[in-house]
């Protein structure tokens, strides 16, 4: 990558800041699909969330964002017409051990199947490249064969099965943890160029 | 009906006294050995203050015991319950001895066998999680021996000491708890 190479532009998508007056609505409307709920909030059950609390997450992000410098929260629009589609967000970096966890959170499937890769593709840019981690992680739960392929196209290697830790549709089902090292990243990167 | 009785073999469980055990905990928090086997923040010296309130926060969301030795009631480390998932029956446990002289003599095992009976048979828990640094072997074979089984590795998750480790999760399920009773 070169360092005149935009980190927030996509030949799709555009990574953009909040807005908190109207990204929170908008959000809340993606949490009726209980996917998606889930995907934003892996380690409880899956809700939909009210106006309310959607706000006030979006604030610890930011406060998060300002003081510790340890959250990332940004949207990505369409770039043909700004509209929202999803989000990318880094729910902590431990500066320490350079170590990052990862969530790409895309509203609707379609978009998710259209854009996901691409969406993928700058969030790492942006986590290797500018943060400069040494590894990526993000949990992904056994019904969600998109997500699963999405980690998996993008070089991220299965590293835990979580047995039976995640409650969905009644039944339990695995969750897994996925990651990608710098090394891995870099070489997929040198693939490519070939 | 009172089987669980928050007593083992070696230790029993306490509540936590946010006077005492806060000054206790600090006292422990000065040996970074046992800082680095903790978590991934960096080893801190946290005061009075910050730890008592980081307690009273945390209270609420998880659920706090010291171990106290059966021969002589002394507090020797803790142990806690944390990130529950009531849909799926999931949640956290973490474990610390502080008193270094107690280290790999069962003491923790003892401890973890009585929080898993009060996590199945109690909450009503379907699995039990713990990580824990590859550079912990220790810990490992105590979480074996009360039947956790290893599930993965975050790969090089920590640069300590200039090295890299892996981060192991670790997990056990009710109906693996239940088999290992009916043996035993």
Redesign the interface.
């Not at chain 2, 998932?85 to 999931?90: E, Q």
């Not at chain 2, 599930?151 to 300590?160: F, S, W, Y």
């Given at each position: 990558m070169k360092i005149n190479s935009q980190l927030f532009e996509g030949r799709y998508l555009q990574i953009s800041a909040i807005d908190p007056d109207q990204d929170p609505q908008v959000e809340v409307n993606w949490t009726y699909d209980l996917d998606y709920s889930q995907e934003i909030m892996p380690d409880g059950p899956a809700h939909p969330l009210t106006l309310f609390e959607m706000k006030k997450q979006y604030e610890e992000w930011q406060k998060g964002a300002e003081e510790k410098r340890d959250q990332f929260n940004f949207g990505f629009h369409l770039r043909e017409d700004d509209r929202l589609i999803g989000f990318m967000r880094v729910h902590w970096v431990s500066w320490t051990n350079g170590d990052a966890f990862l969530q790409i959170n895309i509203g609707e499937p379609e978009m998710q199947t259209k854009y996901g890769a691409e969406a993928m593709r700058l969030a790492l840019n942006y986590l290797f490249q500018e943060l400069n981690v040494f590894r990526v992680g993000m949990t992904v739960p056994e019904y969600n064969l998109e997500k699963k392929s999405l980690c998996e196209g993008a070089g991220f290697v299965l590293e835990v099965n979580r047995k039976q830790a995640c409650y969905r549709e009644g039944r339990l089902w695995d969750r897994y943890l996925y990651g990608l090292l710098r090394s891995e990243f870099l070489n997929g990167l040198a693939e490519e160029e070939k | 009906m009172n089987t669980l009785n928050f007593k083992g073999q070696l230790v029993r469980l306490a509540v936590t006294d946010l006077e005492t055990d806060t000054r206790l905990m600090i006292q422990w928090s000065k040996d970074s050995e046992f800082d680095r086997l903790l978590d991934?923040?960096?080893a801190y010296l946290r005061t009075h203050k910050q730890d008592k309130e980081w307690l009273q926060d945390h209270l609420k969301e998880m659920c706090t015991f010291m171990i106290h030795t059966l021969a002589d009631d002394r507090t020797i480390g803790f142990i806690d319950l944390s990130?529950f998932?009531?849909?799926?029956?999931?949640a956290s446990v973490g474990i610390g001895l502080g008193e270094r002289v107690y280290w790999g003599q069962g003491y923790g095992t003892d401890a973890m066998r009585i929080i898993l009976r009060y996590a199945f048979e109690e909450l009503n828990l379907?699995?039990v999680?713990l990580t824990v640094f590859e550079y912990n072997p220790r810990g490992i074979r105590s979480y074996e021996k009360a039947g956790f089984k290893i599930?993965?590795?975050?790969?090089?998750?920590?640069?300590?000491a200039g090295q890299?480790w892996d981060i192991i999760?670790m997990?056990i399920?009710r109906s693996e708890w239940e088999a290992a009773q009916v043996v035993s």
């Open positions: - | 991934t923040e960096p990130g998932n009531w849909a799926a029956g999931d379907r699995r999680s599930e993965g590795r975050a790969r090089q998750a920590v640069n300590r890299r999760f997990g399920l």
